[in-house]
């Protein structure tokens, strides 16, 4: 771009770049000054986030008119690149500047109150920076400090929460609610968790600055982010005295209060850090630095009398001795108090080992019977599942040649359990034909059809297995003995080392992750050891198996590691940005688990536009019900972003929203899941949190919300009747499988008409309100009729078909079989069972995607919403975890 002019600047040279943007030196032809020009990658200017969060940088630095924060001259575009025109620094970073060595005190406290001076100015203004750290602070050639790149800014009232009355820099927040951004070693613990932040957030980051200035090292480090996270959200830091013993304790004290990690007791202000760093320039200055004062500047200034008022020689003498013992007293209680305050001492930082490096989703992995050897099942770039082995010391995988295979256990004796002909029966779980296969090579000997979880006992003998009979998802161990069902699902079964209880995770709703830690003994007693997690996934046993350990999370849906003893005790044992998984621990203690990035998200395929409409609104939204004229999406949002409120109590719910399928702004309606939009589209069935699950009645327009039901029934998914009058739903009384009942919204009344065993979440109204297409428990298809008679096979259609919807005249279904990537929909013919392919549904990029579903269909086939679920993870073997 030399030589290139840009609006009035003519470019010189390239200064340097970062992710969120190259800077180039230019002239201001108008005025005749250097100034800075700054433009987004060519890879991101096609991002609208990117370039909205570049435009957002501009807006917040250009805010303030600091002598210590780089001046931003104009905001433009030419040619369709945007740029930002500013203040031209001759100088250095402080990155550059700092070089893996500390700094001298003198600097250390000239640049910090210089840093300090420019936080206070923005804070003062509502800008929290969110990215302090020394490549964002220049420091001139005449040692002025100017702080860099409000590209992650973010505006608030002060020190409070977001502003809600800026449209531009908080409605539209420009980042995935729950998200973290940032540069990890720099981030404060909130930050990490993806909390809301303030002004404590940058003092914190401008702590760990200060840190590094002082001893030339970061104070939370690890080889892989996870670990740095940890060590951020969980150890605290080796005390600056040590890395550099000539600091006065005034500095650590100041350090150590700006890293605190509880916000409240960290430095509220960074006026109050400004006013600390200047009280303690002006001890050193004067001598009287606390504690330690055994900096070489401050000894020598000392010793040479340019601090310190002329006195006679004996009494000088005096003066440098006494002066000297108290550099050695001082010292010693610093070092002293140094380890108290820092170091209390902390335990070895655990160790993260990644395992694995391709793109793509991990469903489970199992130490071998060395310890040494990994297994796990991994579907990478959009391909079937397949089971693969792995090494630390070697980062390669190799694949054992089991496609659409996905491994369930591993035994003592060197047997792997699989899952044959795996598919995705949902988001969470998956389903296929148990087989055992010998590590050492050979065919897979099939064992029981439609396993969705197995778990081998500690001899190797025999087996734990999830399935569905008659209707009731069930954990047998042995095969073929019940020790609980439910008629909601188990996940992540895992025997004892004793082998005589079964420890897992128990779900009350189906398609539902919230849940708790369950364990089950030999005679089927359970016992429930754990609350109600929003999302509870991944389960072992300790390596003393005196614990269980297990990942979950009481609100959003970055899961951490816990663990509760067998009277249920609850401890965390370790926490980190990110959705955590745990999937295996070995007997002395290194764990695997995963750690992943997962979205829901919303495709719109109208008949009358070319391209298909992204209409996800925040990080999980999930599809629940379409309009007859295509026009108006229900779905409730279920992540981090969309959950609308929080109490320990009740924990995070899920928000109920409508938006039309045109892209416009969602509407909030409320809390809970949505389940069904009325004929008229203007009540809204969704299901407030609770045990059992009840329906409600939200109004979409004006009226009042009601509970719709009020009674043992575990509810499960709704629809409405044609005439809005009627409403047929899923549910599970005590000791029952789950069955559809039709339900009379006038008098409240409710009857069942299907047997037990049905499929919760796929059925459908015809469109003459004579039968509800639904699955029944043998997986077939049929027709139960609202009234008299029995029920009616659906011809041709396919086991594990599940309905989309009835087409406009009731003489057709259009279908699709889950767990396919791409999803493949029929038009199938209820009276001939010919079948038509509709279309094919994928989204762009199916890496990770291994669930496409529910799929939201107008009568017309006009307008399609399908939902999918992407999860990108890898596998990290871990050390050092108590």
Not at 86 to 113: A, C, V, W, Y
Not at 264 to 270: E, I, M, N, P
Not at 505 to 518: E, K, L, R
Request: one cysteine or more; charged letters at 20%.
């Amino acid at each position: 771009m030399k030589d290139r002019t840009v609006s009035h600047y003519r470019i010189s040279e390239k200064l340097g770049g970062g992710g969120m943007g190259v800077v180039f030196k230019a002239e201001d032809t108008n005025l005749g000054r250097p100034v800075a020009l700054k433009f987004l990658p060519d890879e991101l200017s096609r991002d609208r986030q990117a370039l909205a969060r570049f435009q957002r940088e501009a807006r917040s630095a250009s805010a303030l008119n600091h002598p210590h924060i780089c001046t931003i001259y104009e905001i433009g575009e030419d040619s369709g690149e945007s740029f930002i025109a500013m203040e031209f620094l001759d100088g250095q970073t402080l990155k550059h500047r700092i070089e893996n060595r500390p700094l001298k005190l003198s600097e250390i406290l000239d640049m910090g109150i210089q840093i300090a001076d420019a936080l206070d100015s923005a804070h003062a203004s509502g800008i929290v920076h969110r990215d302090i750290k020394p490549a964002n602070i220049f420091v001139t050639s005449r040692g002025q400090v100017k702080v860099l790149d409000f590209g992650l800014a973010k505006l608030t009232h002060g020190n409070g929460a977001a502003d809600s009355s800026s449209p531009d820099l908080t409605k539209q927040d420009l980042t995935t609610p729950g998200s973290v951004m940032g540069t990890v070693a720099y981030m404060a613990p909130e930050q990490v968790m993806g909390e809301e932040l303030d002004a404590r957030a940058d003092l914190f980051s401008f702590g760990v600055v200060l840190y590094q200035m002082a001893t030339g090292k970061q104070p939370f480090t690890g080889n892989t982010s996870g670990a740095i996270c940890n060590a951020i959200i969980n150890q605290a830091p080796i005390s600056p005295v040590e890395l550099n013993p000539g600091l006065p304790a005034g500095l650590e004290n100041i350090i150590r209060k700006a890293l605190d990690k509880d916000r409240d007791l960290r430095y509220q202000t960074a006026s109050e850090m400004r006013t600390d760093l200047k009280r303690l320039k002006r001890e050193c200055e004067s001598g009287r630095s606390p504690a330690r004062t055994g900096s070489p500047e401050a000894v020598a200034a000392i010793s040479s009398g340019e601090l310190a008022p002329s006195k006679p020689k004996t009494a000088s003498r005096m003066v440098g001795l006494l002066a000297g013992l108290g550099v050695l007293f001082g010292l010693g209680i610093g070092l002293y108090a140094g380890r108290l305050w820092f170091t209390n001492p902390p335990p070895p930082a655990p160790l993260y080992r990644q395992l694995t490096f391709r793109r793509g989703s991990i469903r489970s992995a199992r130490f071998g019977p060395d310890g040494q050897t990994i297994l796990y099942s991994a579907a990478w770039q959009g391909n079937p599942t397949d089971v693969y082995t792995a090494r630390p010391e070697a980062p390669e995988s190799r694949s054992l040649g089991l496609g659409h295979t996905q491994l369930a256990s591993v035994s003592s004796t060197g047997e792997m359990a699989v899952l044959l002909n795996s598919h995705a029966i949902g988001t969470w779980s998956s389903i296929g034909t148990l087989a055992r296969a010998p590590l050492i090579g050979g065919a897979p000997r099939e064992i029981v059809e439609q396993v969705q979880w197995a778990d081998w006992s500690p001899d190797g003998a025999s087996v734990a297995i999830v399935r569905d009979v008659d209707g009731r998802n069930r954990l047998e161990f042995p095969v073929g003995k019940v020790l609980y069902e439910t008629g909601g699902w188990i996940g992540h079964p895992r025997v004892s080392p004793k082998g005589d209880k079964v420890a897992f995770i128990d779900h009350p709703i189906q398609g539902d992750d919230g849940g708790s830690i369950a364990l089950v003994d030999l005679a089927g007693n359970k016992k429930v050891l754990s609350r109600d997690w929003y999302t509870v996934q991944g389960l072992a046993w300790s390596a003393t198996g005196n614990e269980i350990w297990f990942t979950a999370s009481k609100s959003g849906i970055d899961r951490s590691l816990s663990a509760v003893t067998l009277d249920g005790r609850e401890r965390l044992v370790t926490r980190m940005p990110g959705t955590l998984m745990l999937l295996d621990i070995w007997k002395d203690g290194r764990i695997l688990l995963t750690r992943a990035s997962w979205r829901r998200e919303l495709i719109g395929v109208m008949s009358t536009e070319a391209h298909e409409r992204d209409l996800s609104w925040f990080d999980y939204s999930y599809p629940a019900d379409l309009s007859s004229d295509g026009k108006l999406l229900l779905f409730d949002e279920e992540g981090s972003g969309g959950g609308l409120s929080y109490s320990k109590s009740a924990g995070l719910t899920y928000a109920v929203y409508i938006r039309n399928t045109d892209g416009s702004p969602a509407v909030l309606l409320g809390e809970g899941s949505a389940l069904a939009l009325s004929p008229d589209g203007r009540w809204v069935i969704a299901q407030p949190q609770g045990s059992p699950a009840q329906l409600r009645l939200l109004p979409t327009k004006s009226g009042e919300a009601r509970m719709l039901t009020n009674d043992n029934i575990n509810h499960a998914w709704a629809h409405w009747f044609p005439d809005g009058k009627r409403v047929v739903f899923s549910g599970d009384e005590p000791g029952h499988g789950v069955r559809l009942y039709v339900l009379d919204i006038e008098t409240g009344k409710s009857r069942p008409i299907s047997p037990e065993g049905v499929l919760a979440t796929a059925f459908f109204v015809s469109p003459d309100s004579q039968f509800v297409a639904g699955i029944g428990p043998d997986q077939k298809a049929y027709l139960y009729p609202v009234g008299e008679g029995k029920p009616r096979p659906v011809l041709g259609m396919e086991a594990g078909e599940q309905p989309i919807t009835w087409n406009t005249d009731g003489s057709a279904l259009y279908v699709y079989q889950p767990g396919e990537v791409p999803a493949r929909v029929y038009h199938l013919d209820i009276n001939t069972g010919k079948r038509t392919l509709w279309r094919q549904l994928v989204p762009s990029d199916p890496a990770g995607v291994e669930t496409i579903g529910p799929i939201l269909l107008s009568p017309d086939a006009k307008t399609c919403v399908y939902g999918y679920h992407r999860t990108l993870s890898d596998l990290y073997l871990v050390e050092g975890l108590k």
